[in-house]
């Protein structure tokens, strides 16, 4: 069920992976994160482990978001741009202004399903010198598509350990 999640190494980065194992992992989050919230209750989906920690239902609005908006969206701006300079992303503006009105847990699975599919149809669609096109962020530097497809798994990993982590903090709490 995890393979490729659970195949990497401690320590070593999303980087050292093929392109097709990164895909791969890519193709895997919709599943992860359905064994691991498709059963939470709300109070469990809307558990803070900490005070300024996300709860496992703003996570997955994040990831949802972030498919869309973000990740996605600067993939495509490297393919149709000669070297795109892309914008910084302000989280903290996104929580206070998010769209709320899909956020059961069905609906958050769903909707990233559907939009981790969509990515997917590109990023399978790429020729080998696509993934040599830049872009520029003012956080990150110059970086390749191939670069971006590393750091897009690196998302999904760090998010789907925010959330482990949340339902185990719940789970000792209890």
Request: hydrophobic share 40%.
């Amino acid at each position: 069920m995890f393979a490729l999640f659970g195949q990497r190494k401690k320590g070593t980065s999303p980087m050292s992976l093929s392109r097709p194992q990164l895909i791969a992992t890519l193709e895997q989050t919709p599943s992860t994160l359905a064994h691991l919230t498709s059963t939470l209750t709300d109070s469990a989906l809307d558990f803070h482990s900490g005070p300024d920690e996300w709860s496992i239902r703003e996570i997955l609005a994040h990831l949802v978001d972030d498919e869309m908006f973000v990740m996605r969206t600067r993939m495509e701006r490297m393919m149709k741009e000669e070297g795109p300079s892309l914008a910084s992303h302000d989280e903290k503006k996104w929580y206070a202004q998010r769209n709320t009105s899909r956020d059961t847990i069905s609906e958050l699975l769903h909707d990233f399903a559907q939009q981790r599919a969509a990515s997917l149809g590109i990023l399978t669609l790429l020729r080998d010198k696509d993934w040599t096109r830049t872009a520029f962020h003012p956080e990150y530097g110059h970086f390749t598509a191939e670069a971006w497809l590393g750091s897009w798994v690196e998302h999904d990993l760090v998010h789907i350990r925010q959330i482990e982590q949340a339902r185990a903090t719940m789970e000792q709490s209890a």
